[in-house]
């Protein structure tokens, strides 16, 4: 790892799996495939480890990260999890939902991975590959996108190695690109059982709220405060300039379209948000490496996950 030692990728099968096992073991770092993007895994129990995941991405220290667990028996263990919470991970878990919830005193985590906050923030990913490797380990794992920070996000290998190549033990790929593209939503569950969505994601809390919670309902934050991931204002950055909603278009810029507007990329020629959803960062990362200086995105409707959609372009635009 690191100098100009190229990062291994390998297949995710069992013995690719079992390797990985064994680096985290050690404290390593493995960027390993989930259902919302690529995420940089390394034991959420050791302070050295999770040091090594700041400093391979660059992430402040002030932004906590999300930690990993098979399932619902294994956030017991680091949470006092409010009667709320509990029927949030019994209707959802394994899915691209966090949970922010108060952390148990006796929680066997790195401070780090909390950010010095009386919080943690907790998902149960439904991926193959991140549930086999979380089946070989007998700790939970803390995992970040595997990007630099306030970069694109990775949906797949390649994008990995083109950011942490050398700075990071081990790359899983299974295959596939990511098949929900966007990083999971973000609850805060309050100890009053209300609770806020702190970024939006794949998970409609609208839908949610609808059909299962009657619980007061919060959309917006209470306060300024960073309680999770991707809250911070910039965010998911291509590098260049990008200009949003756009409806006229000029030479220089790479335009990422939507529905009747094609671009030198489209989300969904068919206006679909899901399948827009899956290629956002696909597109920005084919925008980020194009010769052309500036990007301008069509609209995308504020609605469904296409909230979430827009919500990583404006930070990316910030």
């Not at 306030?150 to 295959?175: Q, Y």
């Amino acid at each position: 790892m690191g100098g100009k030692n190229a990062t291994e990728t390998v297949l995710a099968d069992t013995a690719g799996i079992a390797r990985a096992a064994a680096i985290l073991e050690r404290g390593g770092l493995v960027a390993v495939p989930t259902e919302t993007v690529y995420g940089l895994a390394a034991r959420a129990d050791s302070p050295e480890a999770v040091a090594k995941i700041y400093a391979a991405k660059g992430r402040p220290s002030f932004n906590p990260l999300i930690v990993h667990m098979r399932d619902v028996e294994q956030a017991r263990r680091l949470a006092d999890l409010p009667s709320t919470a509990e029927t949030l991970a019994e209707l959802y878990w394994p899915a691209p939902l966090t949970m922010v919830v108060p952390k148990r005193a006796d929680a066997d985590l790195a401070p780090a991975v909390t950010a010095g906050l009386p919080t943690v923030a907790l998902r149960s990913p439904n991926h193959p590959t991140m549930q086999a490797l979380l089946a070989a380990c007998d700790f939970p794992l803390a995992a970040p996108s595997a990007n630099r920070s306030g970069f694109v996000s990775p949906t797949s290998a390649a994008h990995v190695a083109a950011t942490l190549d050398g700075r990071i033990d081990l790359i899983l790929d299974d295959g596939f690109a990511c098949t929900e593209g966007l990083e999971s939503t973000i609850v805060a569950i309050r100890e009053d059982h209300s609770w806020s969505e702190l970024r939006a994601g794949p998970v409609d809390l609208d839908q949610l709220h609808k059909f299962y919670w009657d619980a007061p309902y919060k959309r917006a934050k209470t306060s300024n405060a960073i309680e999770a991931p991707g809250q911070l204002a910039s965010h998911y950055s291509p590098g260049k300039p990008i200009r949003l909603n756009a409806k006229n278009f000029a030479p220089d810029e790479f335009v990422i379209g939507f529905g009747a507007v094609a671009g030198d990329c489209t989300l969904s020629g068919k206006g679909e948000l899901n399948q827009a959803a899956t290629r956002l960062y696909d597109c920005l990362h084919l925008a980020a490496g194009s010769e052309k200086p500036r990007i301008a995105v069509a609209t995308i409707p504020e609605v469904g996950i296409g909230r979430a959609i827009n919500d990583r372009l404006r930070r990316a635009a910030a």
